[in-house]
């Protein structure tokens, strides 16, 4: 079953199958919908407050209210980037871009939007990636790589002991014990 949104209609439908006492398994059978999606639907839109019971005129204020506030939404145009642009050709780092959006009080980005519009930007033939401190390290793959965290360099093995080492007859080997 794909997934759909619930529509007006819909919402107004579930509101009389539900005040007819049916539950929420032949609601969904009747409506072609899933049963967890009536769920939710009810759970998240009902007047708690009040009575407990779902209006679908006060659930699609709801819905309506949601989806404005929501931020996947947003989109940024090309005069939102106008700034940013400034900025970066002023050699700034996109974490001090972001700082000082939201200091004055702008329409801010997170560190990785302006990321992701510099590399869009550069795969378009532009140049702005060329102001970035680290521009040449974009990503390191690391699968399938020589770990060396932790290793020290020209550390011996410790099979590459003497043997007298091991004997401890001589001074100087000994472990000191507290």
Same mark, same amino acid.
């Given at each position: 079953m794909k997934y759909k949104q619930l529509t007006e209609g819909d919402r107004y439908t579930l509101a009389a199958l539900k005040?007819?006492?049916? @539950?929420?398994?032949n609601i969904a059978e009747a409506m072609n919908r899933d049963k967890s999606t009536i769920y939710r639907e009810v759970n998240r839109n009902s007047c708690w407050i009040i009575d407990g019971s779902y209006r679908p005129s006060k659930a699609q204020r709801r819905t309506r209210a949601r989806r404005r506030r929501s931020r996947r939404n947003q989109h940024f145009t090309s005069q939102d980037y106008k700034e940013v642009r400034r900025l970066i050709r002023k050699d700034w780092s996109p974490e001090q871009i972001t700082g000082h959006l939201k200091k004055e009080g702008k329409r801010s980005? @997170?560190?990785?939007?302006i990321y992701r519009y510099i590399w869009r930007d550069k795969r378009n033939g532009g140049t702005l990636w060329k102001h970035l401190r680290c521009a040449q390290k974009r990503r390191r793959k690391r699968y399938k790589a020589y770990d060396s965290r932790g290793r020290l360099a020209d550390k011996r093995n410790i099979a590459e002991r003497p043997l007298e080492v091991e004997t401890r007859k001589t001074q100087g080997h000994w472990k000191l014990i507290l």
């Open positions: 005040r007819q006492g049916l @539950s929420f398994a980005f @997170s560190h990785e939007t």
